[in-house]
T-cell receptor, first 121, second 109 residues
Framework: GAVVSQHPSWVICKSGTSVKIECRSL??????MFWYRQFPKQSLMLMAT?????????EQGVEKDKFLINHASLTLSTLTVTSAHPEDSSFYIC?????????????????FGEGSRLTVL | AQRVTQPEKLLSVFKGAPVELKCNYS??????LFWYVQYSRQRLQLLLR??SRESIKGFTADLNKGETSFHLKKPFAQEEDSAMYYC???????????FGQGTTLQVKP
């Protein structure tokens, strides 16, 4: 099946620094990727929809200046947490749909990355 | 508003017992619903989707529009079924998934 890879798997940073997380679709092209945030033993909260070649669409309540998303190619989206604070510590997960394999955009399977654990000290 | 609700945070059953993980949704229009599973230390993966009416690993789920439910069922639970289960709904034109809160299924020997 299609593979989505995230890097780094975990990162620890100091408060006030910025951290970039990469999400790659390894064997398919993804015009759209999604970024989620997951707190321990809780649900995945959709943060934003990353659109290749255009601006990301953010969910209500998500600060676009805080969480910068760039989708520069059909296989790569990046999430940058700017001026990170301890409350930004979380598990960040990306996902992508292989439209070519999965049928319509509404029914094609979403493939998930392994997640990136961010700890801000 | 589009919403997925999984009322149970934890469901604990003995091996061989029937399992039903509840999911209710709120959606205007024709919903497209999925169940995703996350085993310990693994990534989230698709378990089944309502449009294909398939059975995966013995699990089935029927969409009940009258009750706005999409409960996940398995007649005989196995220990390897222990995992976190998420019900999800596709929303909008981009196909983004809205997840329920998740239910941890614990199958005891």
């Amino acid at each position: 099946g299609a593979v989505v890879s995230q890097h780094p798997s975990w990162v620890i940073c100091k408060s006030g620094t910025s951290v970039k997380i990469e999400c790659r679709s390894l064997d398919f092209q993804a015009t759209t990727m999604f970024w989620y945030r997951q707190f321990p033993k809780q649900s995945l909260m959709l943060m934003a929809t990353s659109n290749e070649g255009s601006k990301a669409t953010y969910e209500q309540g998500v600060e676009k200046d805080k969480f910068l998303i760039n989708h520069a190619s059909l296989t790569l989206s990046t999430l940058t947490v700017t001026s990170a604070h301890p409350e930004d510590s979380s598990f960040y997960i990306c996902s992508a749909r292989d439209r070519a394999a999965g049928g319509s955009i509404r029914t094609g399977e979403l493939f998930f990355g392994e997640g990136s654990r961010l700890t801000v000290l | 508003a589009q919403r997925v609700t999984q009322p149970e945070k934890l469901l604990s059953v003995f091996k061989g017992a029937p399992v039903e993980l509840k999911c209710n949704y709120s959606y205007s229009g024709s919903p497209e619903l999925f169940w995703y599973v996350q085993y310990s230390r693994q990534r989230l993966q698709l378990l089944l989707r309502h449009i294909s009416r398939e059975s995966i690993k013995g699990f089935t789920a029927d969409l009940n529009k009258g009750e706005t439910s999409f409960h996940l069922k398995k007649p005989f639970a196995q220990e390897e079924d222990s995992a976190m289960y998420y019900c999800a709904l596709i929303s909008g034109n981009t196909g983004k998934l809205i997840f329920g809160q998740g239910t941890t299924l614990q199958v005891k020997p």
